[in-house]
């Protein structure tokens, strides 16, 4: 079949004369590129090596650092500035990535202050800024665009040199401004002041060697002549040639044990802080120079392509010494500048790549697009089976969220199913089977964009009232229906383009703008949302530290004033309450933003029962697991989902605005095209991850199932045979002396679940009947004559867990 050149304008191949692959081109060549990225993340895996192997230690690698950014660096700077040629830059593109590092400072910024709490709001709002802005230009950017321009647009190198200093001049001095704040607001005095602190932040820019040796580059460029004296000239040289490989080695060096320190509470700011970094900054640099370049269009392409590839540079190491040096969120800065480094890679691969290429065939993208959509399909559509299956298996779709992710489950799978359905229809001739198939696709897609906005609003509905106060059932009308008059709409105003493979521009320009609108509607439901559900969860954590009583502190007072829990005798209108916990772990903290809405509900119920009932036999660990199981609204799960999706529904919006501005979108939006493809139909495996691995209902049943095998194994590996001679004995006689009088002594029935009764006792109550009853002198003594019973195979752990304990946890006999 024909495919029209309206049809494939989707894959546009940039510079005008491009298509025609016997054209003269002066394109970059990737023939340097390849090296060059072996030769920067080669030095880098060798400083990670020589950390893992501990040839070069932590000591001797601060060392090393304070060589690179005091000396290297700094001589690299001058050097350059000096012979920096001012008359053939063309400022509009500093100008234009000087716009987008302040939008993105900005962005980074304001949201930070909003979204975090008081404590420690504006050195997060300082660091954070500094990381989404401050690129690893020299050490790693500048080997990459010297391999891919020097033969065709030597100039370029130089722009490195001019805009660098944007961020270490003039947007660093003022994420330092919000630390030097910090540190004052940390001191209970506050006896410096407002003039201080700028001049503080002043010394601190000044001293920085980095800035110094900028401004004296600068002010030598015009004394000097742009030539460095014949008798300094070799030694700036050597200092500054020491800068490439030091500095690649080093940040090998500081990546080792770093991405160890990952937690929970880092992994959302994460996820901001590497969109900002990796998504919004090249996006808004090439947007910038778009606008504001009026030279030539091929220069102006080039240009423009130079941005992009520019805003993909990862964070640069020295962000982790500012963290350092304030004492401030360094596992999140460390962490994140780990994974923006490995995750620029492929970027940047993938975006010299394409700005190599001189000639796309416009029908191999397209069946690549289909067939990549296609594969990436089919396995979420398993995924989603999975996870739907756990939603109904689990009866969690009948409670609020889940009802509303069970929704968004099925959007995803409707869509998977549709862009399956579309392959094969769209290169047939029947125009209702394409109608149709196409419907059911968009308004899924559609679905898709909007459920995440409207999870996070009834989480931020949740937590303010407790109670949904808008009917769950409107949500379902608003999250099924825009779509849907969203669809109609389009088959109604719509202008079908014939002979289309690619589903997203079906109806032409129409359906571009319905999209932006339903994508722009959702990116600010669902980010502001999120923002408020961030202010309300440490806001009611402030308000509840002094009102409520906390889950862990109340379980923790109640087993240190009823002992009796431990006791041996239990009565009988007890045993429905009584469970088999081994250990009392409190719960890991939650960050900021994912703080669960059910705790301090959880906490103020527990506490009314507490006072309620004299009964010193019931176990509030137990009632917190049942809790949790009931009424858990795994808010964590549906922030994480919702922050996710909502990002690529950034890169969807972003796409779609490319097209509309652009009639000619260029090379690098192929890139943007096929992770909107992955972001759009590969949503079921997030959702498989997040939910599909239920605790209670998959990831424990199998957990017991496989170690009770294995421990029966190991058994049947081990007969009694090798036991030694005095274990053996000691077993022996504690059977027939000692082992029936021990079982009327301390074993009770106690619930293990719901239905089930098992015989069991603690293990400190075996130690003190050991004691009692002569067998053992001491609790040393009566351990190790525990661990023989344990190892003979008289005795085992309820769980087939531990190892013999003097401490409340559950073992049985075995029969």
């Known amino acids: ?41 080669g030095i880098i895996l060798c400083g990670y090596i020589a950390g893992r192997a501990r040839i070069i230690t932590s000591t001797q690698a601060k060392g090393l650092g304070n060589f690179v950014s005091k000396f290297a660096l700094p001589a690299l700077l001058f050097k350059n500035m000096v012979l920096l040629d001012f008359g053939n830059v063309i400022w509009p593109f500093i100008w234009s990535v000087l716009i987008a590092k302040v939008s993105v400072f900005a962005i980074v910024c304001i949201l930070t202050l909003v979204a975090s709490s008081p404590e420690s709001r504006y050195s997060k709002a300082g660091l954070y800024s500094i990381f989404a802005t401050q690129s ?13 321009y020097e033969s065709t647009y030597p100039e370029y190198i130089q722009y490195i ?9 003039l947007l660093n001095p003022i994420g330092f401004a919000f630390c030097e704040v910090q540190k004052w607001k940390d001191k209970r005095d506050h006896q410096q002041g407002k003039l201080l602190i700028v001049g503080q932040v002043v010394l601190h820019v000044l001293k920085n060697p980095i800035v110094f040796m900028v401004v004296i580059g600068i002010a030598a460029h015009f004394i000097l002549h742009q030539k460095i004296p014949s008798f300094m000239e070799d030694f700036v040289d050597g200092l500054a040639n020491s800068f490439g490989g030091a500095a690649l ?52 392409s080039s240009l423009s392509d130079y941005a992009f590839l520019y805003g993909v540079f990862p964070t640069a190491p020295s962000v982790a010494i500012y963290a350092a040096y304030y004492n401030a969120q360094l596992e999140v800065v460390i962490s994140g500048m780990v994974i923006s480094t490995l995750l620029s890679a492929p970027i940047m691969f993938t975006s010299a790549w394409l700005l190599t290429l001189r000639w796309m065939d416009p029908r191999l993208l397209m069946n690549a697009l289909q067939d990549v959509s296609f594969d990436i399909s089919i396995v979420s559509l398993v995924a989603l089976l999975w996870t739907i299956a756990v939603m109904l298996f689990s009866k969690k779709f009948k409670r609020l969220p889940q009802m509303f992710s069970t929704n968004l489950f099925l959007a995803q799978f409707l869509t998977c199913f549709g862009m399956m359905l579309w392959k094969f229809v769209v290169r047939g001739n029947n125009f209702i089977s394409q109608i149709l198939s196409f419907t059911l696709l968009c308004t899924s897609l559609y679905c898709t ?55 997203s521009q079906f109806y032409s320009k129409t359906q571009i703008i319905c999209s932006t609108i339903v994508l722009a509607l959702s990116v600010v439901l669902s980010g502001s949302s999120l923002v408020f559900l961030s202010r309300g969860s440490w806001s009611q954590k402030d308000r509840s530290q002094g009102a409520n009583t906390s889950v862990e502190d109340l379980v923790t007072e109640t087993e240190q004033d009823n002992h009796s829990i431990f006791e041996p005798e239990v009565h009988s209108e007890d045993l429905n309450r009584a469970c088999l916990m081994c250990e009392c772990a409190p719960p890991q903290p939650m960050p900021d933003t994912i703080i669960s809405t059910d705790m301090n509900h959880t906490a103020n119920s527990l506490t009314a029962q507490s006072e309620n009932s004299n009964d010193s036999t019931v176990c509030l660990v137990f009632r917190v697991e049942e809790l949790n199981q009931d009424e858990d609204r795994q808010v964590p799960r549906h922030v994480l989902l919702c922050l996710l999706l909502t990002v690529g529904s950034l890169a969807n919006l972003s796409r779609c605005v490319w097209l509309l501005f652009y009639q000619d979108p260029g090379r690098l939006y192929v890139e943007l095209q096929f992770f909107c493809a992955v972001a759009n139909y590969g949503q079921g495996i997030l959702s498989f991850v997040l ?34 001679e005095e274990i053996r004995m000691t077993c022996t006689d504690f059977i027939e002396r000692h082992k029936d009088q021990c079982f009327h002594d301390i074993v009770r029935k106690r619930r293990c679940g719901i239905r089930k009764m098992v015989d069991c006792f603690l293990g400190c109550e075996l130690v003190d009947w050991l004691q009692q009853v002569g067998l053992a002198e001491d609790q040393p003594a009566a351990i190790i004559y525990g661990t023989c019973l344990q190892q003979g195979g008289v005795l085992q752990h309820i769980e087939q867990e531990c190892c013999f304990q003097n401490a409340p946890i559950y073992y049985s006999f075995v029969t």
């Open 691 to 724: 939910f599909g691995l239920d605790k209670h209902l998959v990831i424990l049943p199998f957990w017991k199932r496989l170690h009770r095998l294995w421990y029966r194994k190991r058994q049947e590996e081990q007969p009694r045979s090798n036991v030694p």
């Open 161 to 169: 040199y001019l805009v660098a200093p944007v961020s270490l001049m």
């Open 449 to 503: 964009y909007v459920w995440p906005g409207l999870i996070a609003l009834s989480l931020v509905l949740l937590r303010r009232f407790d109670r949904l106060k808008v009917s769950s059932g409107m949500f379902v009308i608003v999250g099924w229906g825009i779509p849907a008059f969203t669809t109609a709409v389009l088959l109604i105003c719509g202008e079908k383009l014939h002979d289309t493979l690619d589903s």
């Open 1 to 41: 079949m024909e495919i029209s050149t309206t049809a494939v304008s989707t894959f546009p191949h940039g510079d005008g004369d491009v298509m025609d692959p016997s054209a003269p081109s002066s394109r970059i060549s990737i023939d340097k590129l390849l090296p060059a990225l072996l030769k920067c993340f």
């Open 249 to 300: 080695f080093y940040l090998g060096l500081s990546m080792v044990g770093e991405l160890r320190k990952l937690t929970r509470s880092t992994v959302v700011t994460l996820i901001l802080l590497l969109t900002a970094k990796l998504l919004l900054m090249p996006l808004i640099c090439k947007d910038m120079v778009d606008l504001l370049d009026t030279t030539s269009p091929l220069n102006h």
């Open 136 to 148: 690893n230009d020299f050490a790693l950017g500048y080997p990459i665009v010297k391999a891919l």
